[in-house]
């Protein structure tokens, strides 16, 4: 089955500065390609996610990356603010059905 | 507009009685899934209904768990005897045409 792993597991920055987290798969038949946010106490929350036709995804300050080679995505947030801090999860899968495999999480904290 | 409404919000038991968490997914949406999330195995999708029709329960843990959407906007997800390895928080999750998934707040689900 599906392996997917991120890195970093937690990510500290200060306010103003960038964070960026990666997801590895391992199903090469995935081409949907999402983030969700997780806030303390409530549900994930789709971010962004990009489809593996597309190299890259921009929504104001967030972007999405793909490697679709290397197997690999990442998350980019600029200019990181203390709203942002919270539980990022991966979850690639086949866009064309309903499974997609949740990574292990990145716990953000934006230091003010 | 509401979105995934789930309720109770927390719930805490003895081992051994029934324990019955309920959903009602967002207006239209045909797609619903439960999942559950723990520290150890994080994200885990239990069942997905698609137009009520339970689809892939694959996920379920063993026989104590069942679930079951009598109809397009009630969907229940119940455990029978609970243990205390079932201590986990449960989502609910519902889609429509696309391939967001949207998430309810999770019900806390405590087994002495």
């Known amino acids: 089955g599906e392996n997917v792993e991120q890195h970093p597991s937690t990510l500290s920055v200060q306010e103003g500065d960038s964070a960026v987290i990666k997801c590895t798969y391992s199903?090469?038949?995935?081409?949907?390609f999402p983030w969700y946010k997780q806030e303390l106490g409530k549900g994930p929350q789709l971010i962004i996610d990009i489809r593996s036709n597309v190299g890259e995804k921009k929504d104001q300050r967030i972007a999405v990356t793909l490697n679709k080679t290397a197997k690999h995505f990442s998350l980019h947030i600029t200019e990181t603010q203390p709203e942002d801090s919270a539980v990022y999860f991966c979850?690639?899968?086949?866009?064309?059905?309903?499974?997609?495999?949740f990574g292990t999480g990145t716990r953000l904290k934006v230091l003010a | 507009d509401a979105g995934v409404i789930q309720s109770p919000r927390h719930e805490v038991t003895e081992m051994g009685q029934e324990v019955t968490l309920r959903c009602k997914p967002i207006?239209?949406?045909?797609?619903l899934f439960w999942y559950r999330q723990t520290m150890m195995r994080g994200l885990e999708l239990l069942i997905y209904f698609n137009n009520n029709v339970p689809i892939d329960d694959s996920g379920m843990p063993e026989d104590r768990f069942s679930a079951k959407m009598p109809n397009a906007s009630f969907s229940t997800l119940k455990i029978q005897p609970s243990e205390p390895r079932d201590s986990a928080v449960y989502f609910c999750?519902?889609?429509?045409?696309?391939?967001?998934?949207?998430f309810g707040p999770g019900t806390r689900l405590t087994v002495l």
């Open positions: 979850a690639p899968g086949d866009g064309g059905t309903y499974k997609y495999i």
């Open positions: 207006s239209g949406h045909n797609s």
């Open positions: 199903d090469s038949a995935s081409n949907y």
């Open positions: 999750a519902s889609s429509g045409t696309g391939t967001t998934q949207y």
